[in-house]
């Protein structure tokens, strides 16, 4: 397993010094999270290639997002250099996680695969995706402010119980804290730029706009306990594995916290950004729909009378002090006949 090997590898000493040419060289398998990458990436490309072939378009930056940003984060997060030496360095395991917390859902999501997943699939199995995205259980979990409470909770629970700690022991532990990661990233990402069924109606494009502003706040706050928190992350482990060329093992936390807290913050402007666009495309679609609506509504009003020659005039409506005094004249008229 990956943890019983990288801990003989530390324990000897083996890891060099970490560069910058060997943290952009360094690189090792894991078969867990490359299956992972592998299935998500032909599923996202046979959905495409279906669209395709029936002659539907599917935007190439959708593609490139979820290729590059999000299945390219996962494999930076649990293959490059940051994996190797997430346990002999804390400030690479910092920024793994938050790789796979933050980054990689905005990628995923961005690529909108559940819409492609509706528009791929046939018709029953479209409506069991629907029907899925929209149960109780997802709703629960998609509400927004559960599921911002849920990352929150998932990045302490990682760093300030015994979970962090025994996933550097155990490799299959560590294979699903990196899915645990992942999840609850993606249950608050994916919904507010994806899924509008799984919100409440009363999250509009603004409410969710304030949501991801909420957000960036929140994210910043693991980042910030973690670089002045007093004890010793997984103080322990990191005590007893780190190398010679390593830092002070404290300074190594605050520098994993620093990390953390400045990719959540980068994250948040591109993730508004990309929000704000999803609004301003919709208000367009709105605009033009109504516009639609309102020509095809005056269209009749608008269209010639066809011609039957001139309109007869209409009757001239008198004021009543000449039709009284035409009544009293009248009047006066017959009195003098009678005479």
Known sequence: ??????????????????TTGRAL????LDVPALLLVIALGA??????????????PWPPARV?????????????????????????LFWPAAVQNILLDLVAPLGLALGDPLRLAVEALPTDAAGRV???????????????LVSTALVLATELTVYFTPYFATALRVGWLHELMYLHLLAAGCLFVVPVLTREETLPGWCTHPVRAALVFLDGI?????????????????????????PSWSPDVRHDQQLGGGAMLS????VALPFLLALLFQWARAERVQTAALDRRLDAELAPVAAPAPDHGPAPA???VRPWWETEQNEVAARIRSQHREK
Do not use: C, N
Not at 1 to 18: F, H, I, N, Y
Not at 218 to 242: Q, R
Not at 263 to 266: K, R
């Open 263 to 266: 990719i959540a913050e980068l």
């Open 25 to 28: 060289t360094t690189w090792h």
């Open 130 to 144: 629907r029907r899925a995205m929209t149960g109780r259980l997802v709703r629960v979990l998609t509400f927004p």
């Open 314 to 316: 209409p009757d001239r």
């Open 218 to 242: 929140v994210d910043a706050v693991p980042g910030v306990v973690v670089m002045t928190h007093g004890t010793l992350i997984a103080g322990a482990w990191y005590l007893h594995h780190a």
């Open 1 to 18: 397993m990956k943890g019983r090997a990288m801990t003989e590898l530390s324990s000897v000493g083996q890891l060099p010094e970490l």
């Open 43 to 56: 599923l996202y490309g046979w959905g495409v290639a279906r669209l395709r072939r029936r002659g539907e």
């Open 64 to 88: 490139v997002a979820f290729a590059s940003l999000g299945l390219g984060g996962l494999v930076v997060a649990t293959m490059s250099a940051l994996a190797v030496y997430d346990h002999v």
